[in-house]
């Protein structure tokens, strides 16, 4: 059992930037991949980047490549998002998830835990 728990949302200008954290409880974080996905209201839950248990391998969505960063503290079993340059419809819930297994991967299916998500509001 791993428990997710997400933090650094809020509300930021088109253009800023702000750093998404998920903790995850249990000895076992660095055994699975973890990923990022967000919904925005009305809209289904994206793929936004994952990380595979090393680091060695990263795979982000074509609207965010070169905008965020995915990354990873296995000693501090936390999970990163650093976002920069952000836009308006980068306006969602943002959730870590966490999949048994060593490769990133950007279906949701793969993923057996989820956090319960943290706002993030980007204003023009």
């Known amino acids: 059992q791993v428990q997710l728990v997400e933090s650094g949302g809020g509300l930021v200008q088109a253009g800023g930037s702000l750093r998404l954290s998920c903790v995850a409880s249990?000895?076992?974080?660095?055994?699975?991949?973890m990923g990022w996905f967000r919904q925005a209201p009305g809209k289904e839950r994206d793929f936004v980047a994952a990380?595979?248990?090393?680091?060695?391998?990263?795979r982000y969505a074509d609207s965010v490549k070169g905008r965020f960063t995915i990354s990873r503290d296995n000693a501090k079993n936390t999970l990163y998002l650093q976002m920069n340059s952000l836009k308006t419809e980068d306006t969602a819930v943002y959730y870590c998830?966490?999949?048994?297994?060593?490769?990133?991967?950007?279906?949701?299916?793969?993923?057996?835990?989820w956090g319960q998500g943290t706002q993030v509001t980007v204003s023009s």
């Open positions: 998830a966490a999949g048994k297994g060593a490769w990133a991967t950007p279906l949701p299916s793969t993923y057996t835990y």
């Open positions: 249990g000895r076992a974080f660095s055994t699975y991949a």
């Open positions: 990380i595979s248990v090393l680091s060695s391998n990263t």
